[in-house]
């Protein structure tokens, strides 16, 4: 599996300590968000929302790990989008029913929120238990066949509630798709020039661009 690690600017000093949860798991890493506090452009939850996005709507990626310092507002952010199934994930029985009953491909972790004594082992346990199970299989077991069907069900409902991809990244103002678009090593990952869907490609090409906005902060 291929995971994007995507840490916004007030969990920045988390990054380390995630991926060396996830390490040794047999899964490909990314590094896609601030590792570091200060980098710039910053990176709010509002653009790493946007980022998960990206990078699971271009398939760049199987799976997204991210999170605030509470967690609510990156899985608010990157729910906004179509093709996101995020869950708020503080331990591991979080972790596990998530995995089977919502066959989801992204989560969101409480970085700050309660983040104390033993944390880093806490992140161990849930990582542990979320690639446990088989997605989406449902629990428990008699209720298997209904959770099944309506994991479809909300896939289609999350199709029909969105405007489509390419026109959300036309539509968003720059002040929220411009250092998501330019925070480094995005560019890469996106590979524009690589994109199969015309119409996704015209759109992230349009946005390239376009000069870019002078940075700013939250």
């Not at 699971?56 to 952010?77: E, K, M």
């Not at 298997?144 to 991809?165: E, I, K, M, Y």
């Not at 968003?172 to 090593?185: H, K, N, Q, S, T």
Request: glycine share 10%.
């Amino acid at each position: 599996m291929k995971i994007a690690v995507v840490n916004e600017t007030s969990a920045a000093d988390r990054n380390a300590t995630i991926l060396a949860a996830l390490e040794g798991r047999g899964h490909t890493i990314v590094n896609a968000g601030m590792t570091q506090n200060g980098a710039k452009p910053e990176l709010s939850y509002i653009h790493t929302g946007l980022i998960a996005a990206i990078l699971l709507n271009l398939r760049r990626v199987d799976y997204v790990v991210g999170g605030c310092g509470t967690g609510q507002g990156f899985l608010n952010a990157a729910m906004q989008y179509p093709g996101v199934f995020c869950g708020h994930i503080l331990n591991s029985l979080d972790a596990w029913l998530f995995t089977q009953i919502n066959g989801g491909n992204c989560i969101s972790l409480a970085l700050n929120q309660g983040y104390g004594w033993a944390a880093d082992v806490n992140l161990q346990f849930i990582f542990d238990r979320l690639f446990s199970v088989e997605s989406g299989a449902g629990y428990p077991p008699h209720r298997q066949a209904a959770q099944r069907a309506s994991r479809a069900v909300l896939a289609g409902v999350s199709t029909c509630t969105h405007r489509p991809f390419a026109e959300i990244v036309d539509a968003l103002p720059d002040e929220v798709i411009g250092p998501a678009l330019r925070y480094p090593g995005i560019a890469a990952l996106i590979d524009v020039d690589s994109i199969e869907d015309a119409a996704l490609k015209a759109a992230f090409a349009r946005r390239y661009a376009q000069p870019a906005s002078p940075p700013g902060g939250d």
